[in-house]
């Protein structure tokens, strides 16, 4: 039988798997959130791979191969920092400086939480290995990080991704509150950003 565990990264990541968490992220997410960007994926990868603060970063081997990621930060300090030469070199100049300053406020932009915790900043498995209870071994791990170090979570997710929302309620988060979004409405395919948090109450 397979096994999946989970974990936890720090500072020091070697090139070769920060090449593999990169590559699980762009096979999980490229042609649904960062094709327009580019129709190379390649150039795509090269965005990220210097990008992400690893020490932020859960990684889930299946039978001992890294098939998903994860990342917890306190909502500030978010799991992504970019560099605009590395756009700039995969893009070009103009288009470079505008997916720069677009991809900066949507992904490093600081979180208001309703209180001090942590936020889910991103779940990526690879696409060959979703369905396979990937998913809810990680949610279920996050819900007993959050118990055993009394930390509050939150997090967003697409209001038609009705599917997560499922497994996050039956793991315990509730809808706390719904964001319109108005810019790339169409492409996206959902038009409403849904807060939900882990409705644990801790004795501090």
Do not use: C
Not at 14 to 26: M, N, R, W
């Amino acid at each position: 039988m397979e096994k999946i565990d989970i974990k936890k990264l720090w500072f020091n990541v070697d090139s070769k798997l920060k090449e593999k968490i990169t590559s699980i992220f762009i096979d999980a997410f490229y042609e649904k959130d960062f094709s327009l960007l580019s129709r190379n994926p390649h150039k795509v990868y090269n965005l990220f791979l210097n990008a992400f603060k690893y020490e932020l970063f859960f990684i889930v081997y299946y039978d001992l191969t890294p098939v998903g990621i994860f990342a917890l930060s306190d909502g500030i300090n978010r799991f992504l920092k970019f560099r605009i030469k590395d756009f700039i070199k995969n893009l070009g100049l103009i288009k470079g400086l505008i997916a720069y300053l677009f991809m900066k406020y949507e992904y490093e932009q600081k979180i208001k939480m309703k209180k001090e915790g942590l936020y889910i900043d991103i779940i990526a498995i690879k696409k060959e290995f979703q369905g396979m209870g990937i998913g809810k071994k990680i949610i279920e791990f996050i819900r007993n990080y959050s118990i055993e170090n009394k930390k509050y979570i939150e997090l967003d997710v697409n209001s038609n991704n009705y599917k997560a929302i499922n497994l996050y309620e039956k793991n315990g988060f509730i809808k706390i509150n719904e964001k319109k979004i108005f810019l790339l409405k169409g492409l996206k395919g959902f038009d409403k950003k849904i807060r939900m948090a882990l409705n644990i109450n801790f004795d501090i």
